[in-house]
T-cell receptor, first 113, second 112 residues
């Protein structure tokens, strides 16, 4: 059974204090990994897709990286507006070509001014 | 750009009542899904559809029904509400199985 584990569950940073969030997965044959951001009272918002080990994607202060066993979301010099819950997800085995996503429980990031 | 629209945003039901959560998307996406989100449990798949007329069960389908008569709409029906179904429900859509999903802003449902 595919599993996705995110750590830490919660992270508090001072503004400007860089850090990384972790997403580890156990899937047979990775078919991509997705990162989402979720603000309170809102649905998840897509950030990145990574398809192969060694791939990196960047957006403003965020950089996502992928290895064969895990993905990291690096946050450089975060600002209070980066506070949110960050979710990762992987597609499951092909079943009628649906490849539904398995989500991790998320990391709740708080950036203090 | 409306994207994925869910209604209602909030709902309170009594045990045993039935209701339908509405989901509509205007992006002509073939794939649509329903998730529930509970504290510490993450997003769990209830039902999904890969096109009009085609639906299938996800991880937690019991107590819920779906249908997909059009590409745009994917309603979720609670047959007989139970307190365990208190949750936040999200609808999502995507163009293909390897593409990211677009989510609505959710329906917050409380069952008393």
């Amino acid at each position: 059974e595919d599993q996705v584990t995110q750590s830490p569950e919660a992270l508090r940073l001072q503004e400007g204090e860089s850090s990384s969030l972790n997403c580890s997965y156990t899937v047979s044959g990775l078919r991509g990994l997705f990162w989402y951001r979720q603000d309170p009272g809102k649905g998840p918002e897509f950030l990145f897709t990574l398809y192969s080990a060694g791939e990196e994607k960047e957006k403003e202060r965020l950089k996502a990286t992928l290895t064969k066993k895990e993905s990291f979301l690096h946050i450089t010099a975060p600002k209070p507006e980066d506070s949110a819950t960050y979710l990762c997800a992987v597609p499951g085995p092909s079943s009628g070509s649906a490849r539904q996503l398995t989500f991790g429980s998320g990391t709740q990031l708080t950036v203090l001014p | 750009n409306a994207g994925v629209t869910q209604t209602p945003k909030f709902q309170v039901l009594k045990t045993g009542q039935s209701m339908t959560l509405q989901c509509a998307q205007d992006m002509n996406h073939e794939y649509m899904s329903w998730y529930r989100q509970d504290p510490g449990m993450g997003l769990r798949l209830i039902h999904y559809s890969v096109g009009a007329g085609i639906t299938d069960q996800g991880e937690v389908p019991n107590g819920y029904n779906v249908s997909r008569s059009t590409t745009e709409d994917f309603p979720l029906r609670l047959l007989s509400a139970a307190p365990s179904q208190t949750s936040v429900y999200f609808c999502a859509s995507r163009t293909a199985s390897n593409q990211p999903q677009h989510f609505g802003d959710g329906t917050r449902l409380s069952i008393l």
